[in-house]
Protein backbone atom coordinates (compact mmCIF):
# COMPACT_ATOMS: atom_id res chain seq x y z
CA UNK A 1 0.00 0.00 0.00
CA UNK A 2 0.80 3.72 -0.39
CA UNK A 3 -0.65 6.99 -0.29
CA UNK A 4 -2.55 9.03 -2.89
CA UNK A 5 -2.90 11.40 -1.13
CA UNK A 6 0.42 13.63 -1.97
CA UNK A 7 -0.76 13.28 -5.60
CA UNK A 8 -4.16 13.91 -5.48
CA UNK A 9 -3.04 16.83 -2.99
CA UNK A 10 -0.81 18.31 -5.75
CA UNK A 11 -3.71 17.80 -8.67
CA UNK A 12 -6.28 19.92 -6.15
CA UNK A 13 -3.34 22.63 -5.50
CA UNK A 14 -3.15 22.70 -9.50
CA UNK A 15 -6.76 22.79 -9.93
CA UNK A 16 -7.54 25.49 -8.08
CA UNK A 17 -4.86 27.75 -9.73
CA UNK A 18 -6.94 27.16 -13.20
CA UNK A 19 -8.57 30.30 -13.99
CA UNK A 20 -11.85 30.49 -16.12
CA UNK A 21 -10.06 31.78 -18.36
CA UNK A 22 -7.52 29.04 -19.64
CA UNK A 23 -10.72 26.41 -19.84
CA UNK A 24 -10.46 26.74 -23.43
CA UNK A 25 -6.91 26.69 -23.67
CA UNK A 26 -4.66 23.67 -25.46
CA UNK A 27 -2.87 21.04 -23.16
CA UNK A 28 -0.22 18.72 -23.98
CA UNK A 29 -2.65 16.10 -24.89
CA UNK A 30 -3.63 16.83 -28.30
CA UNK A 31 -7.20 17.50 -28.52
CA UNK A 32 -8.29 18.13 -25.36
CA UNK A 33 -8.53 21.66 -23.86
CA UNK A 34 -7.99 22.47 -19.84
CA UNK A 35 -11.99 21.86 -19.18
CA UNK A 36 -11.49 18.33 -21.73
CA UNK A 37 -7.96 17.25 -19.06
CA UNK A 38 -10.18 18.45 -16.27
CA UNK A 39 -13.17 16.08 -17.25
CA UNK A 40 -10.66 13.96 -17.77
CA UNK A 41 -9.42 13.85 -14.61
CA UNK A 42 -12.77 13.63 -12.69
CA UNK A 43 -13.88 10.99 -14.83
CA UNK A 44 -10.46 9.14 -13.57
CA UNK A 45 -10.69 10.21 -10.15
CA UNK A 46 -14.21 8.70 -10.09
CA UNK A 47 -13.80 4.83 -12.18
CA UNK A 48 -10.59 4.64 -9.11
CA UNK A 49 -12.57 5.79 -6.23
CA UNK A 50 -15.19 3.20 -7.37
CA UNK A 51 -12.30 0.27 -8.14
CA UNK A 52 -11.32 0.81 -4.92
CA UNK A 53 -14.95 0.19 -2.92
CA UNK A 54 -15.54 -3.14 -5.52
CA UNK A 55 -18.39 -1.05 -7.13
CA UNK A 56 -19.45 -0.33 -10.52
CA UNK A 57 -18.14 2.74 -12.23
CA UNK A 58 -20.13 5.54 -13.52
CA UNK A 59 -18.18 8.29 -14.24
CA UNK A 60 -19.80 11.28 -15.45
CA UNK A 61 -19.49 12.54 -19.03
CA UNK A 62 -18.62 15.62 -19.15
CA UNK A 63 -17.03 18.18 -16.50
CA UNK A 64 -20.16 20.19 -14.70
CA UNK A 65 -20.29 23.20 -13.91
CA UNK A 66 -19.60 23.44 -10.36
CA UNK A 67 -16.24 21.58 -11.13
CA UNK A 68 -14.54 23.83 -8.75
CA UNK A 69 -15.91 22.23 -5.82
CA UNK A 70 -16.76 18.79 -7.33
CA UNK A 71 -13.25 17.66 -8.66
CA UNK A 72 -11.32 18.58 -5.17
CA UNK A 73 -13.92 16.76 -3.42
CA UNK A 74 -13.68 13.36 -6.00
CA UNK A 75 -10.25 13.43 -5.47
CA UNK A 76 -10.54 13.79 -1.66
CA UNK A 77 -12.72 10.66 -1.90
CA UNK A 78 -10.47 9.15 -4.36
CA UNK A 79 -7.43 9.01 -1.56
CA UNK A 80 -9.94 7.71 1.44
CA UNK A 81 -10.95 5.21 -0.71
CA UNK A 82 -7.58 3.59 -1.54
CA UNK A 83 -6.30 4.42 2.70
CA UNK A 84 -8.89 1.30 3.14
CA UNK A 85 -6.87 -1.93 3.65
CA UNK A 86 -9.83 -3.78 1.33
CA UNK A 87 -9.34 -1.36 -1.53
CA UNK A 88 -5.82 -3.18 -2.01
CA UNK A 89 -7.42 -6.87 -2.27
CA UNK A 90 -8.97 -8.68 -5.06
CA UNK A 91 -9.09 -7.83 -8.99
CA UNK A 92 -10.32 -4.71 -10.93
CA UNK A 93 -9.78 -3.11 -14.23
CA UNK A 94 -8.88 -0.13 -15.80
CA UNK A 95 -9.91 0.86 -19.25
CA UNK A 96 -10.97 -2.62 -19.81
CA UNK A 97 -8.15 -4.14 -18.97
CA UNK A 98 -8.50 -6.30 -15.45
CA UNK A 99 -5.55 -6.45 -12.78
CA UNK A 100 -4.79 -6.99 -9.67
CA UNK A 101 -6.57 -3.95 -7.15
CA UNK A 102 -2.49 -3.03 -6.01
CA UNK A 103 -2.27 -2.38 -9.44
CA UNK A 104 -4.97 -0.09 -9.80
CA UNK A 105 -3.91 1.71 -7.53
CA UNK A 106 -0.56 2.67 -9.03
CA UNK A 107 -2.18 3.03 -12.42
CA UNK A 108 -4.37 6.39 -10.25
CA UNK A 109 -1.46 7.24 -9.22
CA UNK A 110 -0.03 7.74 -12.91
CA UNK A 111 -3.01 9.36 -13.92
CA UNK A 112 -2.99 11.43 -11.19
CA UNK A 113 1.04 13.20 -11.77
CA UNK A 114 0.77 12.59 -15.57
CA UNK A 115 -1.98 14.85 -15.72
CA UNK A 116 -0.59 17.21 -13.05
CA UNK A 117 2.07 17.78 -15.09
CA UNK A 118 -0.48 18.00 -18.45
CA UNK A 119 -2.38 20.40 -15.96
CA UNK A 120 0.31 22.69 -15.14
CA UNK A 121 1.79 23.20 -18.65
CA UNK A 122 -1.30 23.92 -19.93
CA UNK A 123 -1.87 26.61 -16.46
CA UNK A 124 1.45 27.75 -16.38
CA UNK A 125 1.94 26.71 -12.79
CA UNK A 126 4.49 24.43 -11.28
CA UNK A 127 3.98 20.75 -10.76
CA UNK A 128 6.16 19.57 -7.48
CA UNK A 129 5.43 15.89 -7.36
CA UNK A 130 6.51 13.77 -4.19
CA UNK A 131 9.23 11.02 -4.90
CA UNK A 132 6.91 8.04 -3.73
CA UNK A 133 4.62 9.12 -6.44
CA UNK A 134 6.90 9.53 -9.20
CA UNK A 135 8.48 5.73 -7.73
CA UNK A 136 4.93 4.66 -8.62
CA UNK A 137 5.01 6.15 -12.17
CA UNK A 138 8.20 4.30 -12.57
CA UNK A 139 6.41 1.51 -11.56
CA UNK A 140 3.94 1.76 -13.86
CA UNK A 141 6.39 2.33 -17.03
CA UNK A 142 7.67 -1.21 -16.00
CA UNK A 143 4.15 -2.71 -15.85
CA UNK A 144 3.53 -2.14 -18.60
CA UNK A 145 6.97 -1.50 -20.67
CA UNK A 146 6.23 -3.69 -23.48
CA UNK A 147 2.90 -2.23 -24.36
CA UNK A 148 4.13 1.11 -24.23
CA UNK A 149 7.50 -0.07 -26.04
CA UNK A 150 4.86 -1.78 -28.55
CA UNK A 151 2.76 1.21 -29.27
CA UNK A 152 -0.64 -0.09 -27.89
CA UNK A 153 -0.17 1.62 -24.37
CA UNK A 154 -1.79 4.49 -23.28
CA UNK A 155 0.54 6.76 -24.69
CA UNK A 156 2.13 8.32 -28.07
CA UNK A 157 5.42 7.39 -28.67
CA UNK A 158 8.28 8.33 -26.23
CA UNK A 159 10.04 11.64 -26.54
CA UNK A 160 13.34 12.44 -26.27
CA UNK A 161 14.14 14.36 -22.84
CA UNK A 162 16.64 17.39 -23.03
CA UNK A 163 19.68 17.61 -21.63
CA UNK A 164 20.09 17.79 -18.81
CA UNK A 165 16.41 16.73 -18.07
CA UNK A 166 15.04 15.95 -14.08
CA UNK A 167 13.34 12.45 -13.32
CA UNK A 168 9.94 14.25 -14.01
CA UNK A 169 10.85 15.18 -17.44
CA UNK A 170 12.74 11.96 -18.03
CA UNK A 171 9.16 10.51 -16.49
CA UNK A 172 6.74 13.02 -18.98
CA UNK A 173 9.47 12.04 -22.16
CA UNK A 174 8.53 8.08 -21.89
CA UNK A 175 5.05 8.75 -21.66
CA UNK A 176 5.15 10.39 -25.23
CA UNK A 177 5.10 14.49 -23.52
CA UNK A 178 7.25 16.49 -24.60
CA UNK A 179 9.38 17.76 -21.37
CA UNK A 180 9.79 21.21 -23.36
CA UNK A 181 5.89 21.80 -24.53
CA UNK A 182 4.51 25.52 -23.36
CA UNK A 183 1.19 26.85 -22.89
CA UNK A 184 1.05 29.47 -26.33
CA UNK A 185 1.38 33.01 -25.37
CA UNK A 186 -1.84 35.08 -25.58
CA UNK A 187 -1.67 37.75 -28.39
Not at 164 to 171: H, I, N
Request: net charge negative; hydrophobic share 45%; charged share 25%.
Amino acid sequence: MFDLGPAAQEMNRLVAGVRDDQLAQPTPCSDWSVADLLAHVLQFSTVFTDNARKVEAVPPDSLPGDWRTTLPRQLDDLVEAWRDEAAWQGRTSAGGVEMAAADNAVVAVEELVVHAWDLARATDQDLRPDATSLDEVDHFMAMFADAIASGRGPYGPEVEAPTPADRLDRLVARAGRDPRWSAPVAG
